[in-house]
Structure formats: structure tokens, C-alpha cells
């Protein structure tokens, strides 16, 4: 099956486009067995782009094609509409990356272009990261831990001193050749005793994750991070003065009522209690704990009151119902049914005996303005 899918290399670089050619090596001449890609995409600046246009893809010294002779490479593709410039917010290409802004972009540019490349199962991706800025070394592969399936690779190059970084190096020869160490030394280095090797990295695979997640994993690098955080370890911050909850990422506003109901389960839940449904006739202490965090919200004074005059003999069994499934609607509206699981109160046990929690964990739940 993975005979059928298209190899594509996807190199990082910033100024030094070698990484491209040395890559290539080690993945179709070193590595046993080979691993020859169709194609190569470069991410890189502005400046780098150019770089490797002249260096890789020019006709007097375009290394990429004598790197496919001398060692009787297949036709690989790799032209100038592969090598990807990345830009800045504003969608302009970027000389250099230096500002948190700038790595934000680099980020976001490197997770559209490996998503799009992972979208299906046709294809099959090894990402170099090698070259360039080491935040953007970073970027590419937690993009592709975000991404990556089963057949999908991160390596790193290495080369030996004292090739390494040398500009004229471009991969070992098949033949002797000389180059030079830079001045006052000038020592001549044969080209063909270089040694160039492949070492693959490990990676957490999250691509699971991150489909769950759904539509919520926007196409910035930090919304598709938090995106599964959240699945990973969903938390809950109840702000009773601002009527909200902050489930995940997301706000979500309820009525006093409501937010003192939900924040009430979630206390319990917090100190590792379940709480039972009152009786039909209605039971003091529920009543109790709902309106001590009832009296936490900001309401008027004469709604706690009505409210209080309401529940004057204690709550029952079908108030207590009712406002879960309240909570329980606005939560799958603001969150989606799957998502409104996470962060809704759970019952368990079987009647007469079922006890109501929040399905998070007590330590995912928070208070704002208490800790």
C-alpha cells in the first residue's frame, strides 16, 4: 500500500539550502532501503527562497540536478513553485523571523502546509528540520505531531566536521572532489569521504485528537494547540461575578440561576462529593449549597429574593431537574453535544440511588478569583 502513496519531502531551511540536497542523500542513497521522494517542498524567508533558487535550481549551479546525476537518481520533482515563502499576517513574504509575531506566523504557514499534505491517505510525508531558525525547526514538528499518521517521518540530517555548514558542501560525491576549509587554513577536504546520515525522531502522534476536536482546530497554529489541550485535559473556570463559565476555550454565558445550579455540582465535585436529587417534597441542604452560590452571582437584590422565597421549604426533585437540564442545553449550544459531555454533569448510579457530578475531574475545576 505505501508503494501506491506520493513521497514528499518537506524541508525546513533558512540560509543555508544545502539541507536539501543533503537530505535527499541520506533518504535516497544512505538509507537502506532507499526512500525516494516525488517531490520536495522547501519552507523557508524570503532571502532563503532566493538562496535556493540560485544555488539548487540555477543552470550553472544547480545542485539539486547534479545531485540526481551524479548519483542516477529518478526525475524528482523540484522546481521554484515548490519552494514556499512564508509570510507574515499581513500575507507578506517574511526576510527573516525574529519577532514573537513572526514565529506566530511561521507557525501557522507550516501547520496549513503539512495539513494540507496529510489531508489524505495518498500521500506520505517526511518532514527535514534540519535547516532554519530552530523555532521554526520546532513549529514543523509539532505541526506534524498535530498532523502526522502512521506513515509520516521527522528526521534531522546530520553531518560530520568538517562539512558540516560548509558552504560549498552540498552532499558526499560518488567521485573525489576538492574543497577548501575557509581561510587562513584553506585545508583541502575530499568530498566523497563525507558522511551524511539520517537520524529520525520519534513523535507523538495527535492527529486523532485534533480531528475530534473538528472545526473548533481553526487553522492557527496556537487555536489547533489548544484544541487538544483540551482533549487531552479539559477544565472549567466558573466566573460567578461575570455570569460565565470558561469551558476549554470557549465562554460560555448562563443565567444566575443556572450558573449557581452548575456551580454548586461543581463544588461537590471538587471536594470528591456526588450529590443525590432531593426527594419530592424537598430538602434543605441542597437548597443551601445552591444558595450560597447563587448569592456569589451578581444579581439584583430582588431576584435573590424572589428566588429564595421560592425555594423556602427546601428543593425538590423537579427543580433540581430541571436546572440540569437547563445547563445541560446550554452547554451543548455553546459547545457542541460532543464537547458539552466534557464539561456536563454526569449522573450515576441507578434510582433511587443516582448521585449527579460534573464528568470533569476535581482537580480540571476551577473558581475565578478563589485560587
Known amino acids: 500500500m505505501s ?37 520536495v517542498r522547501l519552507v523557508t524567508t524570503a532571502e532563503g527562497a532566493e538562496r535556493a533558487r540560485l544555488m539548487l535550481l540555477g543552470r550553472s549551479t544547480g545542485w539539486f540536478r547534479r545531485l540526481l546525476r551524479d548519483w ?15 509570510t507574515d499576517p499581513n500575507g507578506r513574504p517574511m526576510q527573516d523571523i525574529r519577532s514573537a509575531q513572526d514565529n506566530l506566523a511561521a507557525a501557522d504557514f507550516l501547520l496549513r502546509e503539512i495539513r494540507k499534505i496529510t489531508a489524505g491517505a495518498d500521500t506520505e510525508l517526511h518532514v527535514s528540520i534540519a535547516g532554519g531558525r530552530k523555532t521554526m ?69 495527535l492527529r486523532g485528537l485534533l480531528l475530534q476536536a473538528g472545526a473548533k482546530a481553526a487553522r492557527r497554529f496556537a487555536e489547533a494547540v489548544d484544541a487538544v489541550q483540551e482533549e487531552l485535559e479539559p477544565a472549567v473556570v466558573i466566573d460567578l461575578a461575570a455570569s460565565r463559565i470558561h469551558a476549554g476555550n470557549t465562554d460560555v454565558s448562563m443565567p444566575p440561576a443556572d450558573l449557581a445550579f452548575y456551580a454548586m455540582l461543581a463544588r461537590a465535585t471538587r471536594s470528591g462529593i456526588a450529590l443525590p436529587a432531593p426527594s419530592e417534597g424537598g430538602d434543605a441542604e441542597p437548597r443551601d449549597r445552591f444558595l450560597a452560590e447563587y448569592r456569589r452571582v451578581n444579581v439584583p437584590e430582588g431576584n435573590r429574593e424572589r428566588v429564595e422565597a421560592c425555594l423556602a421549604k427546601g428543593m425538590d426533585r423537579s427543580y433540581f431537574l430541571q436546572r440540569r437540564a437547563r445547563v445541560t442545553k446550554l452547554l451543548e449550544s455553546a459547545l457542541g453535544a460532543r464537547r458539552a459531555v466534557l464539561y456536563g454533569i454526569r449522573a450515576e448510579g441507578k434510582r433511587p440511588d443516582t448521585v449527579y457530578r460534573l464528568a470533569l475531574p476535581p482537580e480540571a475545576i476551577h473558581f475565578a478569583g478563589e485560587e
Open 72 to 86: 542516477n537518481l529518478p526525475r524528482i520533482r523540484f522546481d521554484g513553485s515548490l519552494i514556499h515563502v512564508v
Open 3 to 39: 508503494r501506491r502513496r506520493k513521497r514528499i519531502l518537506l524541508a525546513v531551511t533558512g540560509l543555508s539550502p544545502q539541507v536539501v540536497t543533503e537530505t535527499v542523500y541520506a533518504l535516497a542513497v544512505a538509507r537502506n532501503p532507499a526512500w525516494i521522494p516525488a517531490e
Open 137 to 205: 525547526g520546532f513549529f514543523a514538528g509539532y505541526a506534524l505531531s498535530l498532523c502526522g499518521r502512521p506513515q509520516d517521518v521527522l528526521s534531522h540530517v546530520l553531518v560530520e566536521p568538517p562539512f558540516e555548514s560548509h558552504t560549498s558542501f552540498f552532499y558526499p560525491s560518488p567521485k573525489p572532489q576538492v574543497i577548501y576549509t575557509p581561510p587562513p587554513e584553506s585545508r583541502p577536504l575530499d568530498t566523497s569521504r563525507a558522511r551524511v546520515t539520517l537520524a529520525e525522531i520519534p513523535f507523538v502522534r
